[in-house]
């Protein structure tokens, strides 16, 4: 009698990683990988234009055939530029990033499945964890309910990075991340704020991913993004001033947006705005922090010129 074929179930989540140039810290995320407890998860790579050596050394794991890779290369367009790529290509219910320079617990991608298989459902976005230092040490704090948004974590108080991990039907039903002409940067809390308009996340007091911030990355070099990408600053302000729920937090972005559109010399940003009347009133503070945004800056090139 011929015997059963064997089928392998459908992954049910993607961890999907954007590179640039990361060639020498990938493989800390990619053993990571190896170590997993469960193997129900497919890696997908977005290479967003790198010209080291991460082509070949990927090419090489996906010869391994140890786990499931996927590899896309793309020109450059910058973090929300690979987020707008992989998020095209995912298809596996779930999906969460874990940058080049990180990686993830041993047991992440079992705690991860293991809990949306048990509480998850329609009625949520996903689930957010735990991010902690190499040294083990949590980054900020914990979770206190057991379920919420990410805005409103942040409202009652919650502070630090946090691992999140989203249903694709739900991160692909929000527009795509906009692409600036000569820009590199567009927050990626533009998707999750409006995510948070419709669904709460479950929430998951176990470490899910150890971090380390490099020098050249955007959380080091936030006064230089400011001023090579004010476009990308200007378009997350405007969305954050209409849908953030704090009144003050609002008006704080609206400043934001008058100072970013200063930098990129748009003339009609009152015109533009969604809040024309709060901008107007907001234009002194707006130009204060403008000035302070300049100073840093140029305080910031003359340390580590570029």
Known sequence: MASRPIYKRKPILTVFTPTYNRAHTLELCYRSLLRQTSSDFKWLIIDDGSTDSTAVL?????????????????????????????????????????????????????????????????????????????????????????????????????????????????????????????????????????????????TMNKTLCYVDYQTDGSSMNMYRQYFRNPRGFAFIRKESMIHHPSRIRRFIEVIHYVSSSIICKNTQFIKESPKKITTVLALPFGFVLYIYLLYQYKHCRLITPK
Request: with cysteine; charged share 25%.
């Open 58 to 202: 990927v090419r090489s794991w996906m010869a391994e055939d140890k786990i499931t890779i996927e590899y896309h290369y793309q020109e450059n367009q910058g973090m929300h530029g690979a987020h707008n790529t992989a998020y095209r290509l995912i298809n596996t219910e779930l999906n969460t990033c874990i940058d080049s320079d990180d990686y993830l617990a041993d047991n992440t991608v079992e705690l991860i499945i293991d809990k949306w298989l048990k509480d998850g459902s329609d009625k949520y976005a996903g689930i957010i964890g735990l991010n902690a230092k190499y040294n083990g040490d949590i980054i900020g704090t914990g979770f206190s309910v057991q379920r919420t948004t990410l805005t409103g974590f942040y409202m009652r108080g919650g502070r630090g990075d946090k691992k999140l991990v989203y249903r694709t039907s739900v991160i692909k039903s929000i527009p795509e991340y906009p692409v600036f002409k000569d820009e590199k940067y567009v927050g990626l809390a533009y998707k999750y704020e409006l995510i948070d308009l419709k669904y709460e996340l479950l």
